[in-house]
């Protein structure tokens, strides 16, 4: 470090010689100058000249004239952070005034060359969030600059998450649009609005949005060297955070860089330019998430398995060949090859199996489209209905049977079978309220699952319905979110988002569903409910 002092004298002689004693009497009263030379950690190659005064202030970094020529219309934190001319993501910096990206800050660096080109000077570190001025390589400290670092790096305090699902009140974008916080479009790239639906659905389990808010929560998780799945938290948590950041721009996000990180961590399986089944998705995702969170088969090793998973019985009992006869079929029964037998396994979501639709049309050439209550599917899992599994060599026939309820239920709903030749969608529309729902039934009478589950009444949070034809490409995606600070639903396809209501919700061809679970301090709920366990 080199520092240079100006001597005072000189200074009094020189404004003596001019004979101006105001000069000599703001001199007197001035600290002396110091020229500082400091190597930056961001850019070693360079160093950032620094004027101080005797009190270790920044003369030129609180007092920037070029803070009026940010363009903040034109800036866009969604993207990925590669520099626009060597596509490197290692020390970039954002042009405030045009919104490019740029790498180093040195004399031979392109952001130095694009600030002494078109005359940009204010430049976002987008890793330290420090301002520069380029091309006279000074940090620039000002308040007027928290809204930028903020939108390219929103945090939330354990408070504000605490408040989040009770706001009503609208936020103003900084071009003017209105937007509630949480209900944000998603931008489609080309064909990512399978992810889109995912995305948003997730967005609103407040559990897991909790917790990838605070960013203390997942960022001392370990790792292997050189794991990818890492990145795949990093972004999934920024994008949660950008879609309940208040203080927005624009009310729209771009999932560019979170898709990328899905691109890169299922290996090229999904990918944003070619339409995928989003059940395949959250199947993966989930999964994803739960590894790279460091989880294991425990029930409270990742938010992932506290928020979604359950359990449940399957029985399993193998059919003998229909070739045998009755005394061949008799004795076969007899063996331990073809006892039922039992096992407890978890689960994530719910597949729900529809009735096939009617072959024929009716009189009036239309094709019927069949309706079916919720509690007539869910009978799947009541441990008294057996379905039939088929495999190319054996039958079986399966129950199965739910003994613990997850705090966040999602059920996924058969929609499309694969034939030979083509895909083909059940039409099938499932009657279901959207809240309410008492799951108690599904379990078994034992005293002990019983005493396990005080609530089991559920809640409709998100729905994600399939429109079109079947088959990638051919169909669009949309999903029905439920606010809790306004009780407003909305649909949300894209960037579209309106309000709608809950009665058109049940009329469409649902796809997925999350439901929550309704805790309620209700005196009198608790009193029956432990008189019914006393009777029983």
């Not at 660096?109 to 080109?117: G, I, M």
């Not at 069949?370 to 088929?390: H, I, M, N, R, W």
Request: a negative charge; one cysteine or more.
């Amino acid at each position: 470090m080199k520092v240079a002092i100006e001597p005072e004298k000189r200074r009094r002689d020189d404004a003596q010689t001019e004979g101006d004693e105001e000069e000599i009497k703001k001199i007197k009263t001035e600290p002396p100058v110091a020229v500082e030379t400091v190597v930056d950690d961001d850019d070693d190659d360079e160093p950032v000249y620094r004027v101080r005064g005797v009190h270790g202030d920044d003369v030129r970094s609180r007092h920037c004239p070029y803070l009026d020529t940010i363009n903040r219309n034109l800036l866009d934190f969604d993207f990925e952070k590669l520099c626009s001319i060597s596509l490197s993501n290692n020390n970039v910096y954002a042009c405030l005034v045009c919104g490019k990206y740029f790498q180093g800050r040195g004399q031979k660096s392109f952001a130095y060359t694009h600030s002494v080109e078109s005359n940009h000077h204010v430049w976002l570190n987008l890793e330290t969030l420090k301002v520069y001025c380029l091309p006279d390589n000074y940090e620039i400290i000002d308040s007027s600059l928290d809204d930028v670092k903020y939108l390219l790096n929103p945090t939330f305090t354990h408070e504000q998450a605490a408040v989040l699902d009770k706001n009503t009140k609208v936020a103003r974008a900084f071009d003017g649009s209105l937007y509630l916080p949480g209900i944000v479009g998603l931008n489609n790239i080309k064909a990512n609005d399978y992810c889109n639906v995912i995305l948003q659905a997730l967005n609103q389990v407040q559990a897991l949005r909790d917790y990838f808010l605070r960013e203390e929560n997942y960022v001392n998780i370990r790792r292997p060297p050189g794991d990818v799945m890492v990145l795949l938290v990093r972004r999934f948590a920024e994008l949660i955070r950008k879609l309940w950041n208040s203080r927005n721009f624009k009310a729209h996000v771009s999932p560019h860089e979170m898709l990328q990180a899905v691109v890169k961590c299922s290996k090229k399986r999904f990918q944003f330019t070619v339409q995928g089944d989003p059940v395949e998705f959250l199947s993966w995702f989930i999964n994803a998430m739960h590894t790279s969170l460091n989880g294991n088969k425990q029930a409270d090793s990742s938010i992932i398995n506290r928020s979604f998973q359950g359990r449940m019985r399957v029985y399993t009992k193998k059919i003998p060949p229909v070739e045998l006869n009755d005394r061949e079929r008799d004795i076969a029964l007899q063996t331990e090859e073809y006892k039922e037998t039992v096992e407890e396994v978890p689960f994530l979501f719910l597949t729900i199996d529809l009735p096939p639709p009617p072959l024929f049309r009716d009189e009036l050439k239309d094709n019927i489209i069949p309706q079916v209550p919720l509690f007539s599917v869910l009978s799947k899992f009541d441990g008294a209905t057996e379905k039939e599994c088929k495999t190319h060599k054996e039958n079986f026939i399966k129950r199965y049977e739910i003994i613990k309820l997850p705090e966040y239920l999602i059920m996924v709903f058969k929609r499309f079978t694969n034939n030979t030749f083509y895909v083909e969608k059940n039409p099938t529309i499932v009657n279901f309220p959207i809240k309410d729902v008492d799951l108690r039934e599904l379990l078994p009478g034992e005293l002990q699952v019983q005493e396990a589950h005080p609530y089991t009444v559920y809640d409709l949070i998100a729905n994600v319905v399939h429109d079109g034809e079947p088959g990638s490409g051919n169909g669009t995606y949309r999903v029905h979110i439920l606010h809790q600070g306004t009780g407003q639903w909305y649909e949300m396809q894209d960037l579209h988002v309106v309000d709608i209501l809950p009665q058109m919700i049940t009329l469409s061809e649902c796809y997925i569903q999350i439901w929550k679970v309704r805790k309620e301090d209700d005196e009198q709920l608790m009193r029956g409910f432990h008189e019914t366990i006393n009777k029983s």
